[in-house]
Every structure is written in C-alpha cells, then in structure tokens.
Nanobody, 125 residues
Framework: QVQLVESGGGLVQAGGSLRLSCAAS?????????MGWFRQAPRKEREFVAT????????VYTDSVKGRFTISRDNAKNTVYLQMNSLKPEDTALYYC?????????????????WGQGTQVTVSS
C-alpha cells in the first residue's frame, strides 16, 4: 500500500508560480510507479494534468498546461513535483497526485491505484 501526501498549494495571483510536491511512502520501490497529477475544480469532474514515467524519461501533459507546467520526480526522495508557472484563474482546483501500478493509460484516472488527499490551488485574477 502506497501513501501519498501532497503539499505546496496555496493562493497566488494570476501569472504567478507554485511548486507542488507529493511524497510517497510504503509499497514497492518508488521508481516502480508511473506517477500522475490530476485536478478537480468545483462542480467539475476530475481531470488529468500530467504524468511521468518510472525514471522520468517520458512525460505527458494535458493541452491546457503545456508550456506552463512541468512534472518531475526524484526517486531518491520518493517525491514527484509539479512546477506550475504562468498560473491562470482557470487552474484553480484541488490537485491530487496518484501512483499507477503499471497498467493502463496514464491519462485516465481510473488506472491509478493510489491517491493523495489533495492540495488546494487558488489563482486570483
């Protein structure tokens, strides 16, 4: 069983930056898991944001964050990050990290097996 704890959310003005962190513990070696970030805005469904392969060689982003967000991981620290730049009000959401056991499309939330509790990001205009 993997435990995931997100941090780094907060209130920021449009155009600002935040760096989210997700610390993992338990389960197999952290590098065994492809990792993803998802978000859910009020009254909307949870949506895919970004994913990173086991050793960080491959990343995928949803179109709306390409060029602004960067996902990365440090397997020695059991941590995945989401650097968010040029933030927009529409980025306001609860952000979750998730771990995948290696099966299924990494852009689909139902393929992820472990989830954190989320960290709130609020971008003011």
């Amino acid at each position: 069983q993997v435990q995931l704890v997100e941090s780094g959310g907060g209130l920021v003005q449009a155009g600002g930056s935040l760096r989210l962190s997700c610390a993992a513990s338990g389960g197999r070696t952290f590098s065994s898991y492809p990792m993803g970030w998802f978000r859910q805005a009020p009254r909307k469904e949870r949506e895919f944001v970004a994913t990173i392969s086991r050793y960080g060689a491959n990343t995928v982003y949803t179109d709306s964050v390409k060029g602004r967000f960067t996902i990365s991981r440090d397997n020695a620290k059991n941590t995945v990050y989401l650097q968010m730049n040029s933030l927009k009000p529409e980025d306001t959401a609860l952000y979750y990290c998730a771990a995948n056991n290696g099966l299924g499309s990494l852009t689909l939330d139902y393929t992820y097996d472990y989830w954190g509790q989320g960290t709130q990001v609020t971008v003011s205009s």
